[in-house]
Nanobody, 115 residues
Framework: QVQLVESGGGLVQPGGSLRLSCAAS????????MAWYRQAPGKLRECVAT???????TYAGSVRGRFTISRDNAKNTVYLQMDSLKPEDTAVYYC?????????WGQGTQVTVSS
């Protein structure tokens, strides 16, 4: 059973930065495309960044140029560096495979951007 554990969220002021981590229990990080998703209150969950097994990356238009996805295969960990944060980035952030698997969703980590 694969487990994904997200961490690194918190409260940050607009313009600030956070680095999220997603630790996987198995070796899926190196074998599959991975992604970060987020869900804001009252909204559907959306994909904000993906990274392929070949390290190609894609970003949602709302975060392109501000967020960077990366991974460390040796640590089975995926990262999301978030810079120039905006209040509209407030959400619970999750990692999962891309496309996502229903049985891989973890608890997520809360990111709140507010002054």
């Amino acid at each position: 059973q694969v487990q994904l554990v997200e961490s690194g969220g918190g409260l940050v002021q607009p313009g600030g930065s956070l680095r999220l981590s997603c630790a996987a229990s198995g070796s899926i990080v190196s074998r599959y495309s991975m992604a970060w998703y987020r869900q804001a209150p009252g909204k559907l969950r959306e994909c904000v960044a993906t990274i392929s097994s070949g390290a190609d990356t894609t970003y949602a238009g709302s975060v392109r140029g501000r967020f960077t996805i990366s991974r460390d295969n040796a640590k089975n960990t995926v990262y999301l560096q978030m810079d120039s944060l905006k209040p509209e980035d407030t959400a619970v952030y999750y990692c999962n495979r891309y496309p996502s698997r229903r049985d891989y969703w973890g608890q997520g980590t809360q990111v709140t951007v507010s002054s």
